[in-house]
């Protein structure tokens, strides 16, 4: 069973846009992941955000977590061709298991 | 440093046949787990070895097995192939019991 649903499923803006990108989750969590996937290899991890923490920064990327709510998105701001992929959140579940959502395509018009 | 490696890339099964997925973990990680990713969705937890012991297991059939070898490499093995297994396997490693985790790119199995 999926732990975190992304939404939405797919999104498709312009180069230089916006993207934002949701994930809810269901149980208490210590942390939670953002993945991204290209084209259906393998996963890079982007960046944590521990449950004590509200907002995290990285580069263009920036994440929000609400745990009262079990909500976090990623914001990647101004959106390049190369951000073209697969985005994932992921919660653990006991020892080192990830539970991922269904993911977000994202894609980016030139 | 060489990442998470995987081998073969790609393979292609007949249905009733056996698999035998390869894993290498990054230099100095313990921890390989292993994922089956289904077109479309995301990845699903089959295994997780540390210390060459099972530490986790997902909801997948007694056909699915795999151990960790003393240089912390892994198999995956799948028995009696189904059509239903076709996905892309994924091995990923990690550092302890740190959460943040490494993954190869994949074997991308078909099964006609």
């Known amino acids: 069973s999926q732990q975190g649903e992304e939404d939405p499923q797919a999104l498709s803006i312009q180069e230089g846009e916006n993207a934002t990108m949701n994930c809810s989750y269901k149980?208490?969590?210590?942390?939670l992941q953002w993945y991204r996937q290209n084209s259906g290899r393998g996963l890079v991890h982007l960046i944590l955000?521990?449950?004590?923490?509200r907002e995290k920064h990285s580069g263009r990327l920036r994440v929000t977590l609400d745990t009262s709510k079990k909500s976090s998105s990623l914001l990647i701001t101004a959106s390049r061709a190369a951000d073209t992929a697969s985005y994932f959140c992921?919660?653990?579940?006991?020892?080192?298991?990830?539970?991922f959502g269904q993911g977000t395509r994202l894609t980016i018009n030139p | 440093d060489a990442g998470v490696t995987q081998s073969p890339t790609h393979l292609i099964k007949t249905r009733g046949q056996h698999v035998t997925l390869r894993c290498s973990p990054i230099?100095?990680?313990?921890?390989v787990s292993w994922y089956q990713q289904v077109l479309g969705q995301g990845p699903q937890f089959i295994f997780q070895y540390y210390e060459k012991e099972e530490r986790g297991r997902g909801n997948f059939p007694d056909r699915f097995s795999a151990r960790q070898f003393p240089n912390y490499s892994s198999e995956l093995n799948v028995n009696a192939l189904l059509l239903g297994d076709s996905a892309l396997y994924l091995c990923a490693s990690s550092f302890r019991t740190e959460p943040r985790a490494f993954f190869g790119q994949g074997t991308r199995l078909t099964v006609v």
């Open positions: 149980t208490s969590i210590n942390n």
């Open positions: 955000i521990r449950s004590n923490e």
């Open positions: 230099s100095g990680h313990k921890s």
């Open positions: 992921a919660t653990i579940v006991g020892a080192q298991k990830l539970v």
